[in-house]
């Protein structure tokens, strides 16, 4: 197995895995409030821009590291919390993603 196959099971396995996720899963299989599944992955279904986009559902245990790669890495440069949440929600969804962005880049002296 490769390693992209590794981290691709692990992530598929902490989704399965996250308490905070376990209503969501529900939602998924009931077809209810924009969730849906594809290949053992929960999704998030978003209109931006007019366009229906298919968000990952990020586990509570990754969170931290999606939003410290949207907000410091050489891409994103501390752009403060708007721009940082607009670059997270065109590929990611949580629940409480707009808060934690805030919190997150709130003691930021950067940006």
């Given at each position: 197995?490769?390693?992209?196959?590794?981290?691709?099971?692990?992530?598929?396995?902490?989704?399965?895995?996250?308490?905070?996720?376990?209503?969501?899963?529900?939602h998924?299989?009931?077809?209810?409030?924009?969730?849906?599944?594809?290949?053992?992955?929960l999704?998030?279904?978003?209109?931006i821009?007019?366009?229906?986009?298919?968000?990952?559902?990020?586990?509570?245990?990754?969170?931290?590291?999606?939003?410290?790669?949207?907000?410091?890495?050489v891409?994103?440069?501390?752009?403060?919390?708007?721009?940082?949440?607009?670059?997270?929600?065109?590929?990611?969804?949580?629940?409480?993603?707009r808060?934690?962005?805030?919190?997150?880049?709130?003691?930021?002296?950067?940006?």
């Amino acid at each position: 197995m490769d390693k992209g196959s590794m981290m691709a099971d692990s992530f598929r396995s902490e989704q399965e895995c996250c308490a905070e996720l376990a209503l969501v899963w529900k939602h998924a299989k009931e077809s209810k409030g924009n969730y849906y599944e594809v290949d053992g992955y929960l999704l998030h279904r978003d209109k931006i821009l007019g366009e229906s986009i298919g968000q990952l559902v990020i586990p509570k245990c990754i969170r931290t590291e999606v939003l410290r790669l949207a907000h410091t890495s050489v891409f994103s440069s501390h752009m403060g919390p708007k721009t940082t949440h607009e670059r997270i929600k065109y590929s990611f969804f949580w629940e409480g993603l707009r808060a934690d962005v805030k919190k997150f880049c709130e003691p930021c002296k950067e940006c």
